[in-house]
């Protein structure tokens, strides 16, 4: 049962991404006008997401930096930070982490005056990642 927090580590990650595909196929269908911008934003980061974990890289820039635009439109500063920490990583990942800078100093910024510590941390290790990684270059 995918509700089931204690299955979530042993199911594959192909599985996963299965039923994510499914989910993000069924909000995709929808009429214009029945999804919220909300939904509309969460759809694109999804997307992005399952396209990365499967290496289908050719969307995955935009979709993030769709979902960027509209969490900053929404004025929801949570996901606009994560959605931002999603990019970073996906940046540093195919060696533009020159990029990643000003997203994780924003995203890290929001994090920390929104007190999202698991968030923050992710964006600080990437940040620090990046980093580490541009002194050796």
Do not use: M
């Not at 396209?51 to 509209?70: F, M, T, Y």
């Not at 900053?72 to 959605?83: E, G, H, I, R």
């Not at 994090?111 to 600080?124: D, I, K, M, Q, S």
């Amino acid at each position: 049962d995918p509700r089931d927090l204690h299955s979530f580590p042993t199911r594959r990650s192909s599985d996963l991404n299965d039923d994510a595909r499914r989910v993000l196929a069924l909000l995709d269908g929808r009429p214009p006008g029945h999804l919220p911008p909300y939904l509309r934003a969460q759809l694109a980061r999804g997307r992005a997401l399952v396209n990365a974990a499967e290496h289908n890289n050719d969307a995955v820039s935009d979709d993030l930096r769709g979902a960027i635009g509209s969490f900053a439109k929404l004025d929801y500063p949570y996901w606009l930070a994560v959605t931002e920490t999603d990019l970073a990583a996906w940046l540093i990942d195919h060696g533009s982490g020159e990029e990643s800078s000003p997203l994780l100093e924003h995203a890290i910024g929001t994090l920390a005056t929104l007190r999202a510590a698991p968030a923050l941390e992710r964006a600080e290790r990437l940040a620090a990642a990046a980093s580490s990684r541009d002194q050796v270059a």
